[in-house]
């Protein structure tokens, strides 16, 4: 590898260390050795070291657990492109891998102010709400609340698919065309991190969703929180002239 000298010295540590991960030396979930072990071997200060991990700790390739080390992220197993409307069913599947689903709740339940908000409810309005784990190869991947407005699906109805898109169409003849999507992350969450068997330095992506039938009404609002260590997502751009 050739490196102009004129190169800030923490930036040629960063593609030394990126260089060490893409060839294997250094794999997913590995510890690295101690600054003082790892500055010598690149032959850095330790302050361009650490101003290079602080960098690839913001890039989200290696991790720093107080107290414990710094180690190399693992990679997620899963990935996908917010512009693609995807069933997790199918994003499983993609990767190989058995889907499952461990139900929590399924029923009627009254609407809360956001249903109300994203699904054009008013304040004495049901939905049917689904609670449920989506599992690859038995590992709890997703936490996932569905609510659908009550009216829509009757007073009789039951999610008979794992799919949510494919039961709606099969089962409520209701055909989901797009979806406005927002999403975040948050940290350890006392609750969902320990149904999704997460570690407290394991932050969950939520996908906030409210998805559109072909007349443009809002028919599915959905929460649904990854592991941030198993799912990855990615947007395309392109520029507009």
């Not at 890039?59 to 917010?82: A, D, Q, Y």
Request: aromatic fraction near 8%; glycine fraction near 4%.
């Amino acid at each position: 590898m050739e490196y102009n000298f004129q190169t800030p010295r923490y930036l040629l540590v960063i593609e030394q260390i990126k260089e060490k991960i893409k060839t294997g030396e250094l794999e997913p979930g590995e510890r690295l050795p101690s600054e003082m072990d790892l500055a010598k071997q690149l032959r850095v200060s330790r302050n361009t070291l650490r101003e290079a991990l602080r960098i690839l700790e913001e890039e989200n390739i290696i991790l720093r657990r107080h107290g414990v080390g710094t180690f190399v992220n693992k990679k997620p197993v899963f990935s996908g492109g917010l512009e693609e409307l995807f069933s997790i069913t199918d994003m499983i599947k993609r990767e190989g891998k058995e889907p499952a689903t461990e139900w929590l709740f399924t029923g009627y339940a009254a609407a809360h102010s956001d249903d109300r908000a994203e699904l054009n409810l008013n304040q004495q309005d049901r939905v049917f709400l689904v609670k449920r784990v989506r599992k690859a190869d038995g590992i709890p991947l997703v936490y996932c609340i569905d609510k659908i407005p009550a009216d829509l699906v009757g007073d009789h109805y039951q999610l008979k698919s794992e799919s949510m898109l494919m039961s709606l169409q099969q089962d409520a003849g209701i055909t989901i065309s797009y979806a406005q999507a927002d999403i975040k992350t948050i940290g350890y969450h006392d609750e969902i991190s320990q149904i999704l068997r997460c570690d407290r330095d394991t932050p969950l992506l939520i996908l906030k969703q409210t998805h559109y039938d072909l007349n443009d009404k809002p028919v599915l609002y959905s929460l649904n929180f990854f592991r941030s260590d198993q799912v990855s997502f990615n947007v395309f751009r392109k520029r507009v002239f």
